[in-house]
């Protein structure tokens, strides 16, 4: 039987080591399960063992409880979920994250399902997003674009200010 275990481990280990993006397997405490070697990296740690905190790793503004409960809907209902976040890694360096949640289930486990995280690193998009909401906002005239559907996209001040619409009147969609 141990065997078997070893070998399961390794298996799992060889699957998520396949993975390009940093990947880690969480169970419904958030406790950390197995993580690939580029998760590893990400975070600037190489030895995690089972059963450690996340929240004791990686620090994020959003409330832990909001976090538990995503991960509460993704075990209960089998629908992935995904979140944008701000991390500060174990190395103090702040990104942004997009934290994609999926339950996983494996009929082999005696176990109850786990969440399988990925962290896609989206610090640069999130930056050029800024820059450019900066850029629109400086330009002088009033200036809003809009989809084929007529739905706006992006406006800057001077257009909210000419139409007396607040920034919650004139959010995209």
């Not at 993580?35 to 996340?54: A, P, Q, V, Y």
């Not at 174990?90 to 082999?108: E, F, G, M, S």
């Not at 640069?124 to 996209?153: K, P, R, T, V, W």
């Amino acid at each position: 039987m141990l065997k078997k275990y070893s070998d399961f481990v390794f298996d799992r280990q060889t699957l998520l080591d396949a993975f390009p993006l940093p990947v880690f397997i969480s169970d419904n405490n958030q406790r950390f399960i197995s993580g690939n070697k580029e998760f590893h990296s990400f975070i600037g740690k190489n030895t995690l063992r089972e059963g450690f905190k996340l929240s004791k790793l990686i620090s994020s503004p959003l409330p832990q409880e909001t976090l538990k409960q995503l991960d509460a809907d993704v075990l209960c209902s089998g629908e992935p979920q995904a979140i944008e976040l701000s991390l500060k890694r174990a190395d103090d360096v702040v990104c942004q994250v997009l934290l994609r949640k999926t339950r996983l289930i494996d009929p082999n486990w005696d176990e109850p399902p786990r969440v399988l995280n990925t962290l896609q690193d989206i610090t640069e998009q999130h930056l050029a997003q800024y820059i450019l909401l900066d850029a629109i906002d400086a330009i002088a005239e009033a200036f809003a674009m809009y989809d084929n559907n007529g739905n706006l996209i992006i406006c800057n001040q001077n257009f909210r200010d000419m139409y007396g619409y607040s920034e919650q009147q004139a959010r995209p969609g």
